[in-house]
């Protein structure tokens, strides 16, 4: 369906074009900007820290009833314009057969990393609706809970964030054996991504299926790479899964971090919406990018650890840079921080939604 | 003293004007691309590793012969062409009374952590000659053992870099204490910049004084700031210490690394030459910063674990992209990992030194 048709249409999919997010992923004009935050959900508010003394991460995603909950804790405190399903990038992993744990205070575990072609053979067929069912439960449930203005967002690993954990094993800050898999065992990195991204396609889509709204794509950590490496190795195979869940007629965002230099490139690959960190001014970033798309950011996380006037000034310099363009979703450069105060998080909703300038 | 002034006076400083990194660093021209590696010395080399099995890091600082053989090892085994003097960014701390440590496999410690106005005022006064001299007597050996033509770079670490790690306690991911001070404590950040500055310029013009033939200033995590915040809480200080070693008379390299939307402030801030990192290509880097600056950069240090045709391939895409224009350094865009073959580091100096192409 085309926007025009979207607008028009019965509300097939329950969507609500009063929605200021979902307007603004069309760049159509909104009275508010909308906001949310990546990570709205998690440590830092007191509701979910009382959940987690009861079940572990994983546990949380795997029953429907408590990461709805979860997901529905922000939209309740904060006021924010969307929901995203609580879950995490990784999940995919475990039925792939891998293995996932979150070890204390270090993240992501997996067990089985990937390094051979063999490893990437020996990695289990999978059905989203099958194998992550518990996701798509969630997401039904909360199309019935959430009201009815409050879009619900999706969201995978793009295939290359998912891969840096598979191979390195967890977390990096070089992704040495990532990138060493790139360079020197290049039909190895291309098998795993061809299926990681046929994987990540079928989870987006049955997620949209069951009823998510949007759709974001995370590629956390795209960033580390060279432009040239991120069109040759990765670029294919985060068009797939964009492409794939644009064609279910859904907006699409397009998430990375420290991606001045491959900002051109991840348009090429889709979304509807482009993150941006704090690193790139909005305005420039959205030059850069060019009018046909919209943009989301970009706050650095660590803004909302100082005081409230210091916070306003910068929430109020992204806004004024965004000029009241239509298509401009406020949300932070990354994740939401463990410890950061709720107040403060709560502060910027308002101050979104009640500014006034340049409009 | 300018350019043609160097050139044409006699070598007062012995300087060699047949050495092509230093005439690259002048963007005069030479007739092969100079290059050499950040961290040269280093793990990776078993002549190091053979001498680590018997002293620390900080031992090896602080013994000026055995740093001077540190330094050396890379110029013999590579044929690099220029030395870096074998010290530690973190050195000054120990002097400043805040305590250095290296804990196995986690980098450095540093045990009291500046957080306050008071703790600022406590750090000791700083005397680069008597407190770190070793560094300077290190300076010295090597001034009389490294051929004329092999120029020997002194460096320290930039004030946001230090005080990065002297407000964390150590290395860090987010900065959250860093970015913090700033936005919540511009008071106790300013001060401590100002301190920090003072303290680096200092030690920097002690190692031009003892016979560093050019310097570079280390600003590696600085890509974690949006161009505003470094206009603001980081510019004034870095250009404090890279006007003053310039105004010594030896080449300055202001190095940083995911810094494509900082490039045109760092050049404010000063510097002969930009170091660039592999996020944006070289041309387009060197396009932005402006025909008026060297560049030095920028292969991805993951790309030497790479089979040898690999490497080839991505030295000589740098190189064609500088095109012969006096004035690249090469180098990687950060410093060698360890592991790294040392047989592929050796390649890539004669793979430079052979280009014909593009000339």
Known sequence: MTIPQLLTQPATRNTDYASPFLRACHRLPTDITPVWFMRQAGRYMPEYRAIREKYSLIEICQHPEIAAEVTMQPVRALGVDAAILFADILLPVIPLGLGLEFAKGEGPVIASSVRTLED??????FDAESDLGYVMDAIRILRNELPHNIPLIGFC???FTVASY????????EFLKTKTMMYSAPEVWHALMEKLS?????YLVAQIRAGAQAVQVFDSWVGALSPQDYETFVLPYSQKVLQAAKAEGVPVIHFGTNTTTLLPLMKRAGGDVLGLDWRIPLDDGWKLLGDDVAVQGNLDPIVLFAPVPE???RVHDILNRANGKPGHIFNLGHGILQNTPVDNVKAVVDMVHEYQGNK
């Open 120 to 125: 990437v053979r020996a990695m289990k067929p």
């Open 157 to 159: 690993g793009a295939p």
């Open 166 to 173: 598979i191979i390195e094993g967890g977390s990096s800050r």
């Open 198 to 202: 046929n994987v990540l396609t079928d």
């Open 311 to 313: 916070i306003k000034k």
